[in-house]
């Protein structure tokens, strides 16, 4: 089985600065990817950013970048130079490669961007 | 944008009723999802389909059953609704392979008086 845990149910951050959304996931499969998806207030799923198991950079999109330590089964996404857009929901996922390619959503972290 | 449509988007119904909602999607993906999204819970998955006519379960998928007799629709039914199955649901589409986002529709918001 897999598991995702997003331990911040809530977090502020002021206009300009960084944030870090912390992720951790629990998995036995032998590969496996991870996502992180936005949702605003409108509903919609936003994809963000992608990072393989197997590969040895962190991902990086734009002002999103992934933090992916893999001995401690993290995959913190870091938001930069936040914008009052950024605000909304966000989730980590877990991609289970040999089932399915099935998603597994932690329970989300709600950001606000403060002026 | 995987050009995802969700039929209906929004529908209240009571309890005891057939519900049957609709993704149709333009993209050509073999994998489609079908998730329900409630508060505290993240999204969690009802069923999948990797192929026409095949399909699995996913975590949640008492009192739902799937079909997909084309490539571009996947329909998810709710046989004998329920309170408990009030929510929003997503269908989702994807490419094999690691590096494919799946892609989302917009969601229906599902409401079982």
């Known amino acids: 089985a897999q598991k995702i845990t997003q331990t911040q149910p809530g977090m502020f951050v002021q206009e300009k600065e960084a944030v870090t959304l912390d992720c951790t996931y629990d998995t036995s499969d032998p590969s496996y990817g991870l996502f992180w998806y936005k949702q605003p207030s409108s509903g919609e799923m936003i994809f963000l950013i992608y990072q393989g198991s197997y590969d040895q950079q962190n991902a990086t999109e734009g002002r999103y970048s992934l933090n992916f330590q893999k001995a401690r089964k993290s995959a913190n996404l870091v938001i930069s130079a936040s914008q009052l857009g950024d605000s909304a929901m966000y989730f980590c996922?877990?991609?289970?490669?040999?089932?399915?390619?099935?998603?597994?959503f932690g329970a989300g972290t709600i950001l606000r961007v403060k002026s | 944008d995987a050009g995802i449509t969700q039929s209906p988007r929004h529908k209240v119904t009571e309890t005891g009723t057939p519900v049957t909602l609709r993704c149709h999607q333009t993209?050509?993906?073999?994998?489609m999802y079908w998730y329900r999204q409630d508060p505290g819970h993240g999204l969690r998955l009802i069923h999948y389909?990797?192929?026409?006519?095949?399909?699995d379960k996913g975590e949640v998928s008492d009192g739902y059953s799937v079909s997909r007799s084309k490539t571009e629709d996947f329909l998810l039914t709710l046989e004998s609704a329920t309170s408990s199955q009030t929510s929003v649901y997503f269908c989702?589409?994807?490419?094999?392979?690691?590096?494919?986002?799946?892609?989302f529709g917009d969601g229906t918001r599902l409401s079982i008086l």
């Open positions: 989702a589409t994807m490419d094999p392979g690691r590096s494919q986002p799946q892609h």
């Open positions: 993209e050509n993906h073999r994998y």
């Open positions: 996922a877990s991609l289970r490669v040999e089932y399915g390619n099935k998603l597994v």
């Open positions: 389909s990797y192929g026409v006519k095949d399909t």
